[in-house]
């Protein structure tokens, strides 16, 4: 039975956020019909002067982000904002995102980039900072004008960082509206703008109820699932470097990348020795009752991390949990028997604490991957820590992950920022995690690319085709006549013919800006000289209204794109009827150069 509860009504801020939804998408569509006629230059000229407007404010942001949201740590946010800028900068420079952008001359294909429009940008507040700096680069540098929906808690710190960028975008060239950001934030403002028919594309980053919401709007959407991602050491890795890679990638802003590691996997020869390590490294193995206490604080009833515990320290969290570490504890690690609900620590937990499990053999250990990821990381990231060239390609080969990382931290391999992937902090989860595409999202996945195919071999044709034979000139017009002969007639006559059989479906011949046929005008009072009422003048016929209108001005019916075009060579407007037909292209236009009025508009 379906749902009639009542739904609560807006809040007067929901309203407001709503509308500036709106009001910014609307900015950024006219934004993009400029942008998109840039040139390669002009592109990278604005990129080049944002990284280098951005950079220098690094630590500056990253103070911003610790203070307002409470989460991570102020060093690794700094690196995140040099990463989000400097090296993502480094990597889309060389990269053709106007006109031609590649030659196949061996299949005769000519690829032609094409913005996809406008893209609704959602921020977390996990990553606030880097990400919008991330999303607003790969977004101009596909020539696409970015709206920015902060989440609530990042308002500040993402607002401050999106002015930056606006700002030395402008100084370089940009049109105003391509960089644009909500400040009144509410989750119906957020879903009001991944609706808007201006948006194209959207990239969302946040949780899972929130990517849903950007694969129902109904438009194109990059989404990212949970992490959970696995680490497993095989018996002949480099184990202290391993270690070491699987705490640095654990601690790395407080385990705040979905990408970081959040369980340990171990050979069981290696099992001691790895404690031994993880305890050398500032690791904590907690007791039983001790990983029951914490679990019970750390995870909510619905399997998910505790908001209050996101990005804190080990050190907070331990005390939170009534738990007593040696000084230099900096990652808590349970010993767990299994995954699922059952074991609420084998959920990603997006703060320094690991679980750990043993296993007998790389079979053993792969199958315990697999759960792991199965329980909240499919498609996303895991690693493996092994010198077994076999054992590494069994891995990539076989686990549901779309990066495996190869001895190296999870939450820095995966972004690009210790390996050669794509550098990127949207990150797809493929198939696996319900996600349209498995890469790092870089501005390749915000064009559309045209192509030119020319002929590289004959079609065949079959033997009763004959070619067509030449001909001078067309032969004139031939229609049945009345009797069922046909006959020759005029151009004129043909034409009379054309608008009779219009009218006949409701068309009109005149008031069209371009001469198209417009819809018939609805039958009207008899107002003729008989029943004593003067006629009005006809719609279309130029007579100006009341109010004093000029005769240059005529009311239309109907307008196309190339109406819209003639108008503003001429330096004219076009008056529209109050039904008047409108296509989407000519609208767009004509609503950026201020072409239409109403004909029931008075000066």
């Given amino acids: 039975m379906a749902d009639t509860a009542p739904r609560p009504a807006p809040s007067d801020r929901d309203l407001a956020s709503q509308l500036e939804a709106r009001t910014l998408a609307r900015r950024a569509r006219a934004a993009q019909l400029v942008l998109g006629e840039f040139g390669q230059e002009q592109i990278d000229a604005i990129v080049d002067a944002m990284v280098a ?29 040099r990463f989000a800028s400097a090296r993502v900068h480094e990597f889309i420079r060389p990269l053709r995102t106007v006109g031609v952008i590649a030659r196949h001359d061996d299949r005769k294909v000519v690829e032609i980039a094409e913005p996809f429009g406008v893209v609704a940008a959602i921020i977390p507040s996990t990553n606030p ?105 095989e018996r002949t890795a480099d184990l202290p470097k391993a270690v070491a890679d699987i705490v640095t990638g654990k601690t790395f802003d407080n385990g705040l990348l979905c990408s ?31 990983a029951e206490a914490l679990a019970r604080l750390l995870v909510t009833p619905q399997r998910l991390p505790n908001p209050a515990l996101v990005g804190k320290s080990a050190r907070v969290i ?12 900096i990652v808590l690690l349970a010993e767990l028997e299994g995954v699922g609900r059952d074991f609420p620590l084998s959920i990603e937990k997006l703060c320094p604490v690991l679980s750990f499990y043993v296993v007998d053999g790389w079979q053993e250990g792969c199958e315990r991957c697999k759960q792991i990821l199965k329980y909240g990381g499919m498609g ?23 990066r495996v990382i190869v001895n190296s931290p999870t939450s820095h391999g995966s972004i690009g920022l210790t390996t050669g992937l794509d550098p990127a902090l949207t990150l797809g989860c493929g ?42 000139a067309a032969p004139p017009a031939v229609l049945p006549a009345a009797g069922g002969h046909a006959h020759d007639i005029s151009r004129g006559e043909l034409s009379a013919r054309v608008a009779s059989f219009l009218a006949s479906k409701g068309f009109a011949g005149a008031g069209s800006a371009s001469g198209a046929p417009r819809p018939a005008a609805p039958a009207q009072p008899d107002t003729s000289p008989a029943a004593g009422t003067p006629p009005p003048p006809a719609p279309g016929d130029g007579t100006p209204p009341p109010g004093g209108r000029g005769a240059d001005i ?50």
């Avoid at 996303?380 to 779309?402: N, Q, W």
């Fill in 380 to 402: 996303h990231t895991m690693s493996i820590h092994s010198r077994d060239e076999h054992v590494i390609l069994e891995f990539g080969l076989h686990k549901p992950a779309y």
């Fill in 129 to 233: 900072t880097s990400t919008a700096i991330y999303k607003v680069l790969i977004a101009i540098k596909a020539r696409c004008a970015i709206v920015l929906s902060p989440h609530p808690a990042a308002v500040r710190c993402i607002t401050e960082t999106a002015r930056i960028l606006d700002e030395a975008a402008r100084r370089a060239g940009a049109p105003e509206g391509a960089i644009s950001w909500m400040t009144t934030v509410t989750l119906e403002g957020t879903q009001e703008l991944m609706r808007q028919r201006e948006v194209a594309v959207i990239l969302a980053t946040g949780g899972m109820g929130l990517v849903r919401a950007a694969y129902s709007a109904g438009k194109p959407a990059y989404g990212v699932g949970p992490g959970n991602a696995p680490a497993f050491i």
């Fill in 318 to 329: 331990a005390e939170a949990a009534g738990i007593r570490v040696p000084d230099g504890t």
């Fill in 431 to 472: 198939g696996f995690g319900g996600n349209i595409t498995s890469d790092n999202i870089s501005p390749r996945h915000l064009l559309n690319i045209k192509r030119l195919a020319y002929e590289v071999r004959p079609a065949v044709r079959r033997p009763t085709e004959r070619p067509a034979r030449p001909m001078e």
């Fill in 554 to 603: 005529t009311t239309v019916d109907f307008v196309a794109e190339e109406d819209v075009r003639a108008a503003l060579k001429a330096g004219r407007k076009i008056r529209l009827a109050p039904r008047a037909i409108v296509t989407p292209a000519a609208r767009d236009l004509a609503e950026t150069h201020g072409v239409f009025e109403r004909a029931d508009e008075r000066r």
């Fill in 53 to 81: 407007a951005i950079v220098p404010e690094a630590e500056r942001l990253a103070r911003l982000a610790v203070d307002e949201t409470g989460y991570g740590v102020v060093a690794d946010k700094i690196q995140k904002n």
């Fill in 260 to 290: 970081s590691e959040n369980s340990v996997v171990v050979d069981r020869p290696l099992a001691d020795a790895a404690r031994r390590q993880f305890v050398a490294e500032g690791g904590y193995f907690l007791s039983k009752p001790e």
